[in-house]
């Protein structure tokens, strides 16, 4: 009998649960079913053609697409040999400020979730810590020194170890805190060698291939003098580009920044004047060295028309930064504008000539830029330029001596978010929920951003409907307001095809990058396939 009435009891105890009223209540049980609500919502699903994406292409309705794929993945895994090949070329390419949610948004951008970028069909692929010595989230000083010497260092310094610290006219005029590149272990090996980019050929990025200095900023001499220090004593990272033991040694070096390397006096084939307070045309200087074969070039065409016989270029194809892609389409400047992909391609004809290999730095610059003023456009069209550059060198070399490794050197802080429906614009607002305050919101956000910005108010959050975001300079909404978005300190991909790229795999220190590579094609000093 007692047992039957703690049945009835517990059966009561339950019945009333299932009834208790949750809009009213505020017990445990119905905070925990209102938290659970909120975070995994029920959302109104649209009543579409089974042809669209926003349902899903019909043939994903089934069990067989999705098992069969799955399938045939474990296949190409199973089947796949590992290629311990010597690699005699390489090609490093550094998506500045690419992070993973660029690669998801540059996928949707390209025509849908389920799209591939070119580096993401690569047989290999791993994640990288970004942080450096005295810092947890990198700029791209500290993370090139990483990636390009494979020693650590602090915030915003170049070419050096961490016993340098930031802005430190004399720390770094001694050789002992100077580290090697993979630049210098190519050329040593008497490969050729040679970097491309989007912005200045002495921003960071590259020149961590090239120059040792207590401040990436330090990319002309007036720099160098504005910050105190004596650039008599204190070589500029652009004329480490020039006179360097590496940089001098380049076949090819592209990019923009003409600017940097010549004096305030002398015009600009585009308008305006240089940067440098010295008098000196380092452009001029390079190019009258004495040594034959040699090309400078400023535009497009110029750099699609080279002679065959050419084994150096140096392009420099703006006074400052190169256009965002998308810029120069609009502005109609590809004239002189060259896309990420021909410098690539016309880099690796030069290049491919020595009969030793080569090693090629090839940084897609600006999606960095995009996302620091909150550009999601602009950031993601740098990432698909990026992709085509990447398609581009696997296509022109060979997967048995060619290693082809592509990564980024930091994350920034923007986000996708609000269960959007498949196939919605990633560039659109959030199409399935609208947020508390009665406003719909963008997929895309940024953690922080520019108060300069037409998406901060101190009044609260700007409605995105009072926003055109069709534009490649759009700028998008965000939390916190700084002068500028900041990078994220997350890890960022790591991807690679050709010789010994299975050992580009797991979480790996961002500095064990260039070891891998070095192995790979028997260059430095450090051990040998």
Not at 59 to 75: A, C, F, M, P, R
Not at 280 to 287: A, F, K, P
Not at 320 to 337: A, N
Request: aromatic share 8%; hydrophobic share 35%; glycine share 8%.
């Amino acid at each position: 009998m007692l047992r039957c009435l703690c049945l009835i009891s517990l059966a009561l105890s339950c019945l009333g649960a299932v009834l208790e009223n949750c809009d009213s209540s505020q017990s445990d049980r119905c905070r925990r079913i209102s938290q659970e609500e909120a975070m995994h919502p029920r959302l109104n699903v649209p009543k579409v053609s089974f042809t669209n994406r926003a349902s899903g292409y019909p043939h994903e309705k089934t069990s067989d697409y999705w098992i069969n794929l799955g399938h045939q993945h474990v296949q190409d895994k199973i089947n796949r040999r590992l290629n311990t090949n010597r690699a005699k070329n390489v090609v490093f390419f550094i998506g500045d400020g690419m992070s993973i949610a660029t690669l998801a948004s540059a996928r949707v951008a390209l025509g849908g979730e389920e799209k591939e970028l070119s580096f993401e069909k690569f047989p290999y692929s791993g994640l990288s810590k970004t942080y450096c010595v005295d810092a947890q989230v990198a700029d791209s000083a500290c993370t090139g020194t990483a990636y390009w010497n494979g020693v650590k260092t602090n915030y915003m310094t170049l070419g050096v170890n961490a016993q340098v610290p930031l802005g430190d006219c004399e720390a770094a005029l001694d050789s002992t805190t100077h580290t090697e590149s993979l630049a210098k272990w190519a050329l040593d090996a008497g490969k050729s060698a040679g970097i491309v980019t989007t912005t200045t050929v002495t921003h960071a990025s590259p020149a961590a291939g090239y120059a040792h200095v207590a401040d990436r900023m330090w990319e002309n001499d007036s720099i160098v003098r504005k910050s105190g220090c004596d650039p008599n004593e204190v070589t500029d990272i652009a004329r480490q580009l020039i006179e360097g033991p590496v940089g001098s040694r380049l076949s090819v070096v592209m990019g923009g920044g003409r600017a940097h390397l010549r004096d305030s006096s002398i015009p600009d084939e585009e308008g305006g004047f240089g940067f440098r307070n010295d008098s000196r045309d380092l452009i001029s200087e390079w190019l009258n060295d004495g040594q034959p074969n040699k090309r400078y070039v400023w535009n497009r065409n110029d750099l699609l028309n080279l002679p065959s016989n050419t084994e150096q270029v140096l392009g420099l194809f703006e006074s400052g930064d190169m256009q965002f892609y998308l810029e120069s389409q609009e502005r109609q400047t590809q004239d002189t504008e060259p896309t990420l992909e021909e410098m690539t391609r016309s880099a690796i004809n030069i290049l491919k000539k020595n009969e030793n290999g080569f090693f090629l730095f090839v940084e897609g610059g600006r999606i960095d830029h995009g996302h620091h003023y909150t550009m999601a456009r602009a950031a993601v069209g740098e990432a698909i330029e990026f992709h085509k550059a990447i398609e581009a060198a696997r296509q022109l070399l060979s997967e048995d001596d060619s290693l082809i490794v592509v990564s980024s050197d930091h994350s920034h802080t923007m986000s996708i978010s609000g269960y959007p429906t498949r196939g919605n614009d990633i560039f659109g607002t959030s199409d399935r929920t609208i947020a508390k305050d009665g406003m719909p919101y963008m997929t895309l956000n940024y953690a922080n951003g520019p108060i300069q910005s037409n998406q901060y108010s101190t009044s609260g959050r700007v409605n995105p409907e009072s926003t055109d975001f069709s534009k490649w300079s759009s700028l998008y909404p965000f939390h916190v307001p700084l002068d500028m978005e900041t990078h994220a300190g997350d890890d960022v991909g790591v991807f690679a095809s050709g010789p010994y790229a299975h050992l580009f795999t797991g979480t790996m220190e961002q500095s064990h990058l260039p070891h891998l590579m070095a192995y790979a094609s028997s260059i430095g000093n450090g051990p040998r396939s």
